[in-house]
């Protein structure tokens, strides 16, 4: 179980790599396109058909999601492992040992939300290490699943995702504007990503590009399920947790730390990356050398490049 979000459900696609068999798995209705044909060895139902996942017994049942209706409706699955939420005794919403790595840093956090944020900035693990490990497993940085996308002709050099959620508003950093005309200026084809009617058309508008520059967003999965170079900000969630594939350059906010997972609104977390820093990222990803910015102020960020 893998409901949302849609990033979250991408970023979990690489353990369909490593489990045997065949494979259930109850998602958001939005989410199906990117499940539907991936493999035949996985069906997929909505969270609104999940009756329809009681129809055998499973070796293995994992739920990463942390609601009180998940919890509950994995009581009337049959299954001899469970890893995940689950209900405790006192019918909250508890986690099995296994997976204590992960919902150690989640709102389910057995330490409490204020001391699972700390542990969350602290940890150098990844999403995926993390998971795998619960499971027994180690990750060897096997790629995302992704079905093939629906092409629009939408291409060009570098693709900017700028739109951010309402849950995440300190993650919409402020001088994309800024820097699509500095890119430009330099002879690249820029275009900031539309909205499109499908999640496939938006697969393949960041892959025919041949860098995104976006925060921690849907878009970036996108970019690194599809191998392309991406420069990625981080303005108040966790670099740490995202596995980079060798396409990625991160540069975390310096003031990281005081917005960590922060859903409100303050300008300086997204302001606190500067242009010049960002320009020069994308410059060294597509091989092109940033020319010398003159009079530019100090960068306050930290660049973070594998």
Known sequence: MKLGATGDVVRTTPLLRRL???TTWLTDRRNAVLLERLADSVRWFSWEQRAKALDRHYDLVINLEDTVDCAQFLNRVGATEVFGACVG????????????????LSLISSYG???????????????????FHGLGLRFGGEPYL????????????????????????????????ELKSRLEDEGLSVNVLPKRS?????????QNHRCLIS????????????????VTLFTCTSPWEIHDYG????IVSALLEEFFYKRGY?????????????FEAVMERLGRAAPVAVGHRATVSTLFQR
């Open 20 to 22: 045997s068999g065949q």
């Open 266 to 278: 303050d300008k300086r977390a997204t302001t606190a990356i500067s242009v010049d820093e960002v």
């Open 146 to 177: 992704l079905p093939e996308p629906i092409e629009t002709g939408l291409s060009g050099d570098v693709a900017i995702a700028a739109d951010a959620g309402p849950v995440w508003p300190m993650k919409k950093w402020a001088y994309y504007d």
């Open 113 to 131: 939300r204020q001391r699972a944020d700390q542990l969350k900035f602290l940890n150098r693990h990844t999403y995926q290490q993390m998971i």
């Open 198 to 206: 499908s999640l496939l058309e938006h697969l393949s508008d960041v």
């Open 247 to 250: 396409v990625q350059t991160k």
């Open 89 to 104: 005794l006192d019918n909250s919403v508890v986690y099995t040992e296994t997976s204590k790595a992960w919902f150690d």
């Open 215 to 230: 925060g921690d967003s849907l878009p970036m999965h996108f970019a690194l399920g599809t191998r392309t170079l991406c």
